[in-house]
């Protein structure tokens, strides 16, 4: 009887074991005009302590702001972003970085949005603040 | 202003068609078995900017296109 009732056992199983599942993967693209412009930048200021970087690095970043805010650039919004604190790779010290993330919307044509951008990078240049993926889109 | 789930929907339509596609193949591969979708699992991958890169030439500062891509692993099986 009970060799019986293993049988049975093992047979259901048999019948009822779950298939075996398989997978298929696609990727689905969409292209489209950019409707909004990204335009990062970094600032660095080095010291020889930290916190002597970070503070400078803090006032550089508020002075240009300050500056971009009189540019006074038309749907230009920004945001900032990290704080890392790193060794110098330039000699001994730290340096102090952080990124900025400049918004601009596609409305404004296409050359006064290159002017905008030329202009914030020059601006930048005075105050240690440079392009790093320059201009991206989304 | 163009709201990027659109994109996002022309992708996943585009997507499914291809999914469609190769299920279908499968099932007429195996026409003695019942194909089953077991689970989708969608995932939207990051956007990219395009900027199109000229040889001899620097590269533009300014994307021509934006392109976002929506990934579906559907799990099926063969009963």
Redesign the interface.
Known sequence: MKVLRILAFVAAGAVCA??????????????????V?YLLMKMEQQSARASDAALSGEKALMEFLAAVERLKVPGLTWRIANNIVSPGDRGPGMVYSRNIVFTM?A?PS?AD??RA?ARLQDLGAKYNSHCVT????? | MREASELYEVATAKAWIDAEMRLSEIAAAAPDKKLEIVSVHYDRLPGESLIEELPDEPKSSRPDAVEVAVRLRIRYALR
């Open positions: 779950p298939a075996e599942d398989w997978v298929v993967d696609v990727t689905g693209k969409a292209r489209g005009a950019p409707d412009y919307l409305e296409a949005r290159d951008f320059c201009i991206g889109s989304g």
